[in-house]
């Protein structure tokens, strides 16, 4: 079967670094996507990997590496803001969204 | 209007009606998506629609059918709603480049459905 793991809850403080883990096992991939969902709102684009390596985005990053299943966002200089869920997606061999549960981000001052 | 829009935002509903949830968008995306979300759950992929006229069935399509007449509408119903299919419910649309790389999903706000 096809799964995605991500750790169901973490908690950094305000200016810190947090990385969130995402392990995957699918039919095929065709890339990952990391979303950011507010309490109560809809996903929103973060990133999308394909190949391996770190993609920088301003104080987001996200890093791939295809033979690991492995992927992580990393989120720096923390704002009370960041605070949320964020999914880790992967495009299996269909090119459908293969989702995990997402990991819930608290944020402390 | 400019992005995706869901009808109703939220619904209390009695075991055994029928109901339309409405989605519009206004990006001329190819496909479309319907998806439940639960706590504790990734996101569901119910049914999808890679182009106007056609659609398909997604991980967990009993109990709901899709139309897509035309690229910006794509209506999501239950024919005869149980308590189970209470969720939320979140329309997405994506413009497929059709080259091997993938767009981003667009998510509309969602419509929180109870089925009593």
């Known amino acids: 079967g096809q799964n995605i793991d991500q750790p169901t809850e973490m908690t950094a403080t305000e200016g810190a670094i947090v990385q969130i883990n995402c392990t995957y096992q699918?039919?095929?991939?065709?890339?990952l996507f990391w979303y950011q969902q507010h309490a109560g709102e809809a996903p929103t684009f973060l990133s999308y990997?394909?190949l391996d390596g770190l993609e920088e985005k301003g104080r987001f990053s996200s890093f791939l590496s295809r033979s690991k299943g492995y992927s992580y966002l990393l989120l720096k200089e923390l704002q009370m803001k960041d605070s949320a869920s964020y999914l880790c997606?992967?495009?299996?061999?269909?090119?459908?969204?293969?989702w995990g549960a997402g990991t819930k981000l608290i944020i402390k001052p | 209007i400019a992005g995706i829009t869901q009808a109703p935002t939220s619904q209390i509903l009695a075991a055994g009606r029928r109901m339309t949830l409405r989605c519009t968008q206004d990006?001329?995306?190819?496909?479309m998506y319907w998806y439940r979300q639960d706590l504790g759950l990734g996101l569901r992929l119910i049914h999808y629609?890679?182009?106007?006229?056609?659609?398909g069935k997604g991980e967990v399509p009993d109990g709901y059918s899709v139309s897509r007449a035309n690229t910006d509408d794509f209506p999501l119903t239950l024919a005869s709603a149980v308590p189970s299919q209470t969720s939320v419910y979140f329309c997405?649309?994506?413009?497929?480049?059709?080259?091997?790389?993938?767009?981003?999903?667009?998510f509309g706000p969602g419509t929180r459905l109870t089925v009593l």
């Open positions: 997405a649309s994506s413009d497929i480049a059709g080259t091997g790389d993938y767009n981003e999903q667009f």
């Open positions: 990006m001329r995306h190819n496909a």
């Open positions: 629609s890679n182009t106007a006229g056609t659609t």
């Open positions: 699918t039919s095929g991939f065709n890339g």
């Open positions: 990997n394909v």
């Open positions: 997606a992967v495009v299996d061999s269909n090119y459908q969204l293969i």
